[in-house]
């Protein structure tokens, strides 16, 4: 199953997305919000290409596990790109991915204004694979 995971902000939108598989997550690119929250031909090029089965998107979380004050509104983003996009949605806590992308990213020797553009998309996909290896999980539990 082939799933496109949105790291949704303000300002870009990350997008990752699996293998056909299910189990490797890459980063794709990073649009603007506005991109993709309007279905702009960037983003429904995204979907063509890559014909995804599913939306996961992040969903900020308080390091107590409750709910972020941004939450509310990805919900109501997210749920009107799935809806446009036709595809079924699903959340999961993007808690310190951000983080854990500047790290990796600065590992590779970026500094802040060469990670500005990639930040998302690799946040993105740091949760698309925690996400698919919940699945896989699931799936081997029965």
Not at 117 to 125: E, F, H, L
Request: glycine share 8%.
């Amino acid at each position: 199953m082939i799933a496109l995971a949105l790291d949704i902000g303000g300002a870009r939108t990350g997008i990752a997305v699996s293998d056909r598989t299910g189990s490797v997550a890459s980063p794709v690119k990073v649009l603007p919000a506005a991109e993709v929250e309007g279905m702009a031909r960037s983003f429904r090029m995204i979907l063509e290409d890559y014909e995804p089965e599913i939306l996961v998107c992040g969903l900020p979380q308080t390091m107590a596990g409750e709910e972020g004050p941004q939450a509310e509104h990805i919900r109501s983003v997210a749920q009107r790109i799935a809806d446009a996009a036709g595809l079924p949605l699903a959340f999961i806590d993007e808690r310190l991915s951000s983080t854990e992308a500047k790290r990796i990213l600065r590992a590779q020797g970026l500094n802040e204004k060469q990670m500005r553009g990639k930040v998302d998309m690799i946040s993105a996909s740091l949760f698309l694979q925690a996400w698919l290896d919940s699945q896989r999980r699931k799936e081997e539990r029965g």
